[in-house]
């Protein structure tokens, strides 16, 4: 054989080229999407995007809107309630029409106004007639122990006393005589100021001060104990013992509390 025939390779032309292997397909900074596309990846601080949409709780809504409908409901109770009560008292006032009673003082004999000789204490004892008027038809009064009252001249205690236990009637006038007796200690500077007041106005202004529990009766109830307090304003011509005591002016102030 003189001509050896010779072989070439031939390139296969439907395989794919090759490749180098050191260099990536797809870029470092990219990630392939399903549709074939390449999506950007981006860090979660990224400015180009806007901030992610921050999810709120509906919690406190909800516990704001029980806390309003309690509270709605509390007020509209205590609107109610003092509603009924108003009604109820409008309807008391209307069946009982209460009136305020009514204090006078009528009388003052003193039976001691004596300066000791051994403290310069001056002893004081008074007979007040006081009297108690009730003007309400269907209201009696419960007079309760436990009352206090004095005669004082401007800031100085002269006696005290108190008034008995006893129930005022329905349009009752109770007239009372209280003893009080009382002891001052610079019997000497009273005195003196005493005079000094008769001779300038010809008279000496007393006041008569009394704290009282009381218990209200409509019809056959009984109400809570109330408290009152009761000024009188007099004016008298003289202090002395055995003698005549004119009151030129006497007036009362009533006031009620729970």
Same mark, same amino acid.
């Given at each position: ?76 109770? /205590? !609107? ?9 008292? @409008?309807?008391?006032? $209307?069946?009982? &029409?209460? *009136? ?89 500077? /009273? !005195? ?9 106005? @010809?008279?000496?202004? $007393?006041?008569? &001060?009394? *704290? ?47």
């Amino acid at each position: 054989m003189a001509d050896q025939q010779k072989i070439h390779p031939v390139p296969d032309v439907e395989a794919p080229p090759e490749t180098s292997p050191s260099a990536p397909l797809v870029p470092l900074s990219t990630s392939k999407s399903d549709t074939g596309n390449p999506v950007e990846q981006h860090p979660l601080n990224s400015q180009s995007h806007g901030p992610s949409p921050v999810k709120h709780s509906t919690a406190p809504k909800k516990r704001r809107s029980c806390c309003c409908r309690c509270m709605c409901w509390t007020l509209s109770l /205590l !609107l109610l309630l003092i509603v009924i009560l108003g009604i109820i008292v @409008g309807i008391l006032f $209307l069946v009982f &029409r209460p *009136k305020l009673p009514k204090y006078s003082i009528d009388g003052l004999r003193v039976t001691q106004f004596d300066l000791s000789s051994v403290n310069s204490s001056l002893s004081a004892s008074f007979d007040v007639n006081i009297t108690a008027r009730n003007p309400n038809k269907r209201i009696g009064i419960y007079y309760d122990g436990g009352s206090h009252i004095t005669v004082w001249y401007n800031e100085t205690q002269l006696c005290e006393g108190a008034l008995p236990k006893f129930y005022q009637g329905h349009r009752n006038t109770t007239v009372l005589v209280l003893p009080m007796t009382g002891q001052v200690q610079n019997g000497t500077v /009273l !005195l003196t100021a005493l005079q000094q007041q008769q001779q300038m106005t @010809g008279n000496i202004p $007393l006041m008569l &001060r009394a *704290k009282q529990t009381v218990r209200v009766k409509l019809g056959s109830l009984k109400l809570m104990k109330m408290k009152f307090r009761i000024r009188c304003r007099l004016v008298v011509n003289a202090l002395s013992a055995n003698n005549a005591i004119r009151i030129s002016s006497s007036s009362c102030s009533f006031r009620l509390r729970l």
